[in-house]
Every structure is written in C-alpha cells, then in structure tokens.
C-alpha cells in the first residue's frame, strides 16, 4: 500500500509570493493533518481536514489555509511569504475512528 | 494545555549501548502516546504507541511504557545499532469533536558510533 505522497519535495521562493504543497493520503484515509517543522518551534500543528471541511486548526495566522478535494487529496497553501515561513512542511494522514497519524516525507520550503 | 518534554540531547552512544529517552507528558484526559523517528531528509515514521495507561508498545527491539502515575512514555532499547541514528519524537494524541492533534517534544538526536 503507498504511503502519504506530498509534492513537490522543495521549493524556494521569494517574501512576498504564494505557495501551494499539495499531499495525497493512504488510500481509504479521509482525514488529513498539516504540521509545521522549524529548528526553533519544532513540530507544530497547522490543521486537520475531512470530508472536504477544516475540523480543526492550530494558532497559525489566516496567511496559512487549507482544502481538502472529495478523494481526500489536500493543499495547503501560505501566502504573502515570510522569511519565518521557512520550513518542513508535514502532511499526515489517518483512517476516521484511529488516532494514528502516518506522515509523508515533507515538503521543504525555503524563502529568500 | 497539553505540552510534552523529553531530553533534547544530542545523545551519542556507542553500538551496543543501552537507550534510554525520557519523555514526559501534561494533559487533560487520557492522551494516546507515540514515539515517532526521524532519519535525515524524510519525514516522520511511527515507532510505537499505546494508548493507556500501563500499555508497553514495542517495535524493532525499542519500548515504551505508559506510565500514568508519573506521566512518562520512556523510550529504551537495549542495544543501539549505527542504523538507529536518527531523531526521535515523542507525542501525545488529543481528541475533540472528533479530530485527533498531535503534540510533540522537541525532540532527541541519536547518533551511535560503532
């Protein structure tokens, strides 16, 4: 069985700009979490999606949104890009009624 | 709120050693716990977990306890291997209305030298 897929694996850009990390679940998974790694926060939670809606949301501010598509795939996406944005970006999937997360491999995201 | 603290390390052993990382947890309820490693460059997998108290969750000779009376999930092993170098996590698991949040430790740099 595949596991948690997210894309693309780095990405640079620019303070200012936009950007879209896209994560595909464990198939027969329909809940999917965000969480965000830096060296001086460590992993923190962004969101968690099901069924196409936010069921909950971290202390992040409103530049971080999230969505969710009916074959449970998600995109998160930040915009107007900080230099603190930089981070790995985690993509968690788990079946409804387990606890267990199963990560993906990240995305890294560097702004310059 | 709910918080987690293990020692950060960095912890270097030599092959064979014996493991210990101490992890201790604050929460309302009765949380799931986890560990979780990190190998360089890829995300998080899943070592082991249990989800109350007195559980003993084990995986590729690592263990755990949950230990309610003290709030810990200890992780141990009782001979590193090089392979074992990573960064390992501990977590709890919080539910409400259905969602399940993870929160994390800072986290603990293994190396094993051989």
């Known amino acids: 069985k595949a596991g948690v897929t997210q894309t693309p694996r780095y990405l640079i850009k620019t303070r200012g700009q936009q950007v879209t990390l896209s994560c595909s679940p464990i198939s027969g998974h329909r809940s999917v979490s965000w969480y965000q790694q830096t060296p001086g926060q460590g992993l923190q939670f962004l969101f968690e999606y099901f069924s196409e809606t936010q069921r909950n949301k971290g202390n992040f501010p409103g530049r971080f949104s999230g969505r969710q598509f009916s074959n449970s795939r998600s995109e998160m996406n930040v915009s107007t890009l900080e230099l603190g944005d930089s981070a790995l970006y985690l993509c968690a999937s788990r079946r409804e009624g387990r606890e267990t997360q199963y990560f993906g491999p990240g995305t890294r995201l560097l702004v310059l | ?114």
């Open chain 2, 1 to 114: 709120g709910n918080s987690v603290t293990q020692m950060e390390g960095p912890v270097t052993l030599s092959e064979e050693a014996f493991l210990t990382i101490n992890c201790t947890y604050t929460a309302t309820g009765y949380p799931s716990l986890f560990w979780y490693v990190q190998y360089p460059g890829e995300g998080l997998q899943l070592l082991l977990k249990a989800t109350k108290a007195d559980d003993k969750g084990s995986n590729k000779g690592f263990e755990a306890t949950y230990r309610k009376e003290t709030t810990s999930f200890h992780l141990e092993k009782g001979s590193v291997q090089v392979s074992d170098s990573a960064v390992y996590f501990c977590a709890l698991s919080a539910s409400g209305a259905g969602s399940y949040q993870l929160t994390f430790g800072k986290g603990t740099k293994l190396s094993v030298i051989p």
